[in-house]
C-alpha cells in the first residue's frame, strides 16, 4: 500500500517568505507527528497530532511555524517570516495510534533551502 | 530531559565485518529504544525495538539488547554486507505523556567490497 508522502520533495525559497509543506500520512492512521533534521543532525520533534487536534507541540520552535490538521488525514506544515536557519529537511510520520507501540512510519521529507 | 548519545562517525568498515554502533541514552522511567536506518535516496525505516528491559530487538541480522543498568542499546550485526551502508539512528520513545521519538545524531556506515 502506499506509504507517508510529502511534497514538494525539494523546496526554495528567500529569506522572509511564506512556505506550506504538505504530509499525506498513511491511510487510517490516526497519529501524526512533524520532526525536522538539520545536516549531520538526527530528527528533532516538532508536532503531534491525534486526529484533527495538535496533542503536543512543544517541538515548535517559535510562533511563526503552525501545522493543521483539519480533516484528521492530510496535514500542512506552515512558516511565515522564512529565516535562514529554517533550512532543514522536514519529516511527516504517521502511526495507526499514538501509543507508546505504534510504530511511525516515515516519509521521504521536504528539504527547504531559505536563501 | 531526554536525550540520545550515539557513537560518533562515520564508520568504514570492509565486507563481513563485525559491527558494534554504541547507543546510550537519559531518560525518566523505561523509555522503549528503537534503531532507524536511513538507505541513501530513502526515508527513516525502524530497524529493531525493544520495549522493556533485556528484550532483544532483531531484524536482518541486526540485534541491540536493552541493558537498563548501562542506559544502553548498542546495534550488533556479526558480519555486515555493502548493502547495510546507510546511516543508522538510534531513538528513544517515553511510555507516559509526549508519543514524540527522541533521536541520537546518526552514524553513517559505509561498508567496502
Known amino acids: 500500500g502506499a506509504g507517508v508522502s510529502q511534497t514538494p520533495s525539494n523546496k526554495v525559497t528567500e529569506k522572509g517568505k511564506y512556505v506550506e509543506l504538505r504530509c499525506d500520512p498513511i491511510?487510517?492512521?490516526?497519529?501524526l507527528y512533524w520532526y525536522r533534521q538539520s545536516l549531520g543532525q538526527g530528527p528533532e520533534f516538532l508536532i503531534y497530532?491525534?486526529?484533527?487536534?495538535?496533542?503536543?507541540d512543544s517541538g515548535l520552535p517559535n510562533d511563526r511555524f503552525f501545522a493543521v490538521r483539519p480533516e484528521g488525514s492530510v496535514s500542512t506544515l506552515k512558516i511565515q517570516r522564512t529565516e535562514r536557519g529554517d533550512s532543514a529537511v522536514y519529516l511527516c510520520?504517521?502511526?495507526?495510534?499514538?501509543?507508546?507501540?505504534?510504530?511511525?512510519?516515515f516519509g521521504p521529507g521536504t528539504r527547504l533551502t531559505v536563501t | 530531559g531526554n536525550s540520545v548519545t550515539q557513537m560518533e562517525g562515520p564508520v568504514t568498515l570492509s565486507e563481513e565485518a563485525f559491527l558494534t554502533i554504541n547507543c546510550t541514552y537519559t531518560?525518566?522511567?523505561?523509555?522503549?529504544l528503537f534503531w532507524y536506518v536511513q538507505y541513501p535516496g530513502e526515508g527513516l525505516q525502524l530497524l529493531l525495538k525493544?520495549?522493556?528491559?533485556?528484550d532483544k530487538g532483531s531484524n536482518k541480522g541486526f540485534e541491540a539488547t536493552y541493558r537498563k543498568e548501562t542506559t544502553s542499546f548498542h546495534l550488533e550485526k556479526g558480519s555486515v554486507q555493502v548493502s547495510d551502508s546507510a546511516v543508522y539512528f538510534c531513538?528513544?520513545?517515553?511510555?507516559?505523556?509526549?508519543?514524540?521519538?527522541?533521536f541520537g545524531q546518526g552514524t553513517r556506515l559505509t561498508i567496502n567490497p
Open positions: 491511510s487510517g492512521h490516526t497519529a
Open positions: 531513538a528513544l520513545k517515553q511510555l507516559q505523556g509526549a508519543q514524540k521519538l527522541v
Open positions: 497530532f491525534q486526529g484533527t487536534g495538535a496533542a503536543d
Open positions: 510520520a504517521s502511526s495507526l495510534t499514538g501509543t507508546l507501540y505504534g510504530e511511525q512510519y
Open positions: 531518560a525518566t522511567g523505561y523509555p522503549s
Open positions: 525493544a520495549t522493556k528491559a533485556d
